[in-house]
């Protein structure tokens, strides 16, 4: 199984901009889709962006598209999701997740392997 560990969450203004680090496991194999979600308090994890092996196929969900951009390096395990003109409605913990196979996928149940999540808070 995949570990992962987040970083890069914290307190910024509306307009701001933060940039999430997921790093993965040496026995992480590069080719893992990985996916970024979010869980806002009283609500459902949701899917906030993924990228395949080689970078070359990203998806987004719709209300971070022209804001945030998602990126990985695989000679450093490592995958990023910079996030600008943040807005309060981004606030809540956000989690990186690793899927077995080739394919991108938008649905939770659809990971096998979770990070502990790292918290953004977006102040008005």
């Known amino acids: 199984q995949v570990q992962l560990v987040e970083s890069g969450g914290g307190l910024v203004q509306a307009g701001g901009s933060l940039r999430l680090s997921c790093a993965a496991s040496?026995?992480?194999?590069?080719?893992?889709?990985i996916g970024w979600f979010r869980q806002a308090p009283g609500k459902e994890r949701e899917f906030v962006a993924c990228?395949?092996?080689?970078?070359?196929?990203?998806n987004y969900t719709d209300s971070v598209k022209g804001r945030f951009t998602i990126s990985r390096d695989n000679a450093k395990n490592t995958v990023y999701l910079q996030m600008n003109s943040l807005k309060p409605e981004d606030t809540g913990i956000y989690y990186c997740?690793?899927?077995?196979?080739?394919?991108?996928?938008?649905?939770?149940?659809?990971?096998?392997?979770w990070g502990q999540g790292t918290q953004v808070t977006v102040s008005s």
């Open positions: 997740a690793a899927r077995r196979g080739l394919r991108l996928a938008v649905l939770p149940e659809e990971y096998d392997s």
């Open positions: 040496r026995r992480t194999s590069s080719s893992n889709p």
């Open positions: 990228i395949n092996w080689s970078g070359a196929s990203i």
